[in-house]
């Protein structure tokens, strides 16, 4: 018979890589970057629905819970003075609207000390791409002639929008915190001018 031998392969096997070699080390590099990069994109998509809650305190200087709510519907809740341009409008006694983007809340439950505040058209298109939203703010006594705020945001992000979890978180805080600060202000000029007055009228014969 005739003995046919098949050829050498042609194929070469692949030397592994030297860690030493700069190739390497930057192959590595750019290796582990990709995966940086994949992880986070995956982490922005994977579904997510964590409620949030954003808590803010302030004291009141020689501010009565009664005097500091009506303090806050005059100049939060009828002016609120936000890190942008804007301008609220008043739908009717209990709505407003602020614009840009848009925004509209409503007060649905109210005592002579707290209210309770939502916001109707939550979306990315008004900048506040929350499923649901509350807002309770309290005055509480802490001393005679001294107010407490309590300030409670709950927000509930939509499923699977980590992007939107994170600007609701912090856009919220950065809001109701300067409002709050705001606030504080408000009362402590409201304060001086009492005394003032006080002050004229005890001068007067």
Same mark, same amino acid.
């Given at each position: 018979?005739?003995?046919?031998?098949?050829?050498?392969?042609?194929?070469?096997?692949?030397?592994?890589?030297?860690?030493?070699?700069?190739?390497?080390?930057?192959?590595?590099?750019?290796?582990?970057?990709?995966?940086?990069?994949?992880?986070?994109?995956?982490?922005?998509? #994977? /579904?997510?629905?964590?409620? $949030? &809650?954003?808590? %803010?305190?302030?004291?009141?200087? @020689?501010?009565?819970?009664?005097? *500091?709510?009506?303090?806050?519907?005059?100049?939060?809740?009828?002016?609120?003075?936000?890190?942008?341009?804007?301008?609220?409008?008043?739908?009717?006694?209990?709505?407003?609207?602020?614009?840009?983007?848009?925004?509209?809340?409503?007060?649905?439950?109210?005592?002579?000390?707290?209210?309770?505040?939502?916001?109707?058209?939550?979306?990315?298109?008004?900048?506040?791409?929350?499923?649901?939203?509350?807002?309770?703010?309290?005055?509480?006594?802490? #001393? /005679?002639?001294?107010?407490? $705020? &309590?300030?409670? %945001?709950?927000?509930?992000?939509? @499923?699977?929008?980590?992007?939107? *979890?994170?600007?609701?978180?912090?856009?919220?805080?950065?809001?109701?915190?300067?409002?709050?600060?705001?606030?504080?202000?408000?009362?402590?000029?409201?304060?001086?001018?009492?005394?003032?007055?006080?002050?004229?009228?005890?001068?007067?014969?």
């Amino acid at each position: 018979g005739i003995d046919i031998q098949s050829p050498p392969s042609q194929i070469r096997k692949r030397e592994p890589m030297d860690r030493r070699d700069p190739r390497s080390v930057a192959f590595a590099m750019m290796s582990r970057a990709a995966l940086g990069v994949a992880c986070g994109a995956w982490s922005l998509l #994977a /579904p997510v629905s964590v409620a $949030l &809650r954003i808590d %803010v305190t302030r004291r009141l200087p @020689a501010m009565s819970p009664r005097a *500091a709510k009506a303090a806050f519907l005059d100049e939060i809740w009828r002016k609120a003075t936000l890190p942008v341009p804007h301008v609220v409008i008043g739908l009717d006694s209990k709505r407003r609207v602020v614009v840009p983007p848009g925004l509209v809340e409503a007060i649905v439950a109210e005592t002579p000390t707290s209210l309770t505040y939502t916001v109707e058209n939550p979306s990315w298109a008004t900048l506040y791409p929350a499923l649901r939203h509350r807002g309770d703010v309290v005055f509480e006594r802490s #001393a /005679p002639g001294a107010a407490v $705020l &309590r300030w409670r %945001v709950d927000v509930e992000p939509r @499923a699977g929008d980590r992007l939107g *979890a994170w600007w609701l978180e912090n856009f919220t805080a950065l809001v109701v915190g300067r409002l709050a600060d705001d606030l504080v202000r408000r009362c402590r000029r409201l304060s001086e001018i009492t005394a003032e007055d006080d002050g004229e009228r005890s001068a007067l014969p």
